[in-house]
């Protein structure tokens, strides 16, 4: 299995501010996703983060609002730019197994963003 | 368009079954995941499938059919902590992107 440890777990910030969010994975893994959870509602996908190219995203979502690193096999942020109250979500990073495919998909804790 | 859907709320008495639903319509399929979810709390996996049939883990099986674009999450014995949110995803590529049902939040009382 794959220990994900991300962060911050929660921030308060003031709308038009910036917020970056880091995701560390224990073992390389080719591809990391970020995901945003809505109050009371289910995950979506944002982007996908290959290492050594630039993100994909998903529809509805555009690299100047969640600009996105990967340096490396083990590490990845996700910026939420230019902030305003329906931003407020949790946004989780998560990773596949490394040894199959087609394995359990892990998340990190997810960061608590409240945007006021 | 892309849909994964499955009922919204389900309540069941402590010690009893539940079977949650989930159907499917993707352009491609490469594996379909359970997930619960607590309040506040990342969700953990708790089942895949690839191959139609039954997969068997504890209190908890799920069962996917293809064909039908179908599977299910059984849930045995219920206790209290099992109240929580059940997410059905569906994998459509080889690299692990997920796409999410709205979910289901499961209420079991004493």
């Known amino acids: 299995s794959a220990v994900i440890s991300q962060k911050p777990s929660r921030d308060i910030c003031q709308r038009g501010t910036s917020l970056t969010i880091q995701c560390q994975v224990d073992s390389q893994v080719t591809m990391m996703f970020w995901y945003r959870q809505q109050p009371g509602q289910s995950l979506t996908l944002i982007a996908t983060a290959n290492q050594g190219s630039e993100a994909t995203y998903e529809s509805g979502f555009v690299i100047d609002k969640f600009p996105i690193s990967r340096p490396n096999l083990t590490f990845s942020t996700l910026t939420v730019s230019n902030m305003s109250p329906e931003d407020s979500s949790i946004y989780l990073c998560?990773?596949?197994?490394?040894?199959?495919?087609?394995?359990?998909?892990?998340f990190g804790q997810g960061t608590r963003l409240t945007v006021v | 368009g892309q849909n994964i859907d499955q009922p919204t709320e389900m309540t069941a008495t402590e010690g009893a079954i539940v079977q949650i639903n989930c159907t499917y319509q993707t352009s491609g399929f490469n594996g379909l995941f359970w997930y619960q979810q607590h309040a506040g709390e990342a969700p953990t996996f708790l089942s895949y499938?690839?191959?139609?049939g039954l997969e068997e883990k504890g209190r908890f099986s799920s069962f996917l059919s293809r064909s039908k674009g179908y599977s299910y999450l059984l849930l045995k014995e219920l206790q209290m902590k099992d109240s929580a949110s059940y997410l059905c995803?569906?994998?459509?590529?080889?690299?692990?992107?997920?796409?999410f049902g709205a979910g289901t939040q499961v209420v079991v009382t004493p």
């Open positions: 998560s990773v596949r197994g490394r040894l199959r495919e087609n394995t359990e998909a892990f």
């Open positions: 499938n690839v191959l139609d």
């Open positions: 995803a569906v994998t459509t590529d080889s690299w692990g992107k997920l796409q």
